[in-house]
């Protein structure tokens, strides 16, 4: 391939100073270890950091994009998003 990659400097979206009283998205990228903790981050979360709630969404396939639906869920309805990654 020739060409020059488009460069997107987006910036980082500010963190929340606390997780209380917000919505935490879990997005599992498909890794059976992450699927394993992901309830428990879930628990810890509203347990510890009182988290008014988990929105969790699954990605079919490590090997795959996630789903435009499932990253517009997440974007909507999220205060802040953890990603999986689980080997």
Do not use: C
């Amino acid at each position: 391939p020739v060409g020059q990659p488009k460069q997107r400097d987006t910036g980082v979206t500010a963190r929340p100073a606390t997780l209380s009283g917000k919505v935490l998205g879990l997005l599992s990228n498909g890794w059976r270890s992450f699927d394993l903790i992901a309830e428990r981050y879930a628990s810890v979360a509203q347990g510890r950091h009182e988290v008014r709630d988990v929105l969790m969404r699954q990605n079919p396939s490590a090997a795959s994009a996630t789903p435009k639906e499932s990253m517009e869920d997440l974007i909507r309805g999220s205060d802040a998003v953890v990603v999986g990654v689980g080997h």
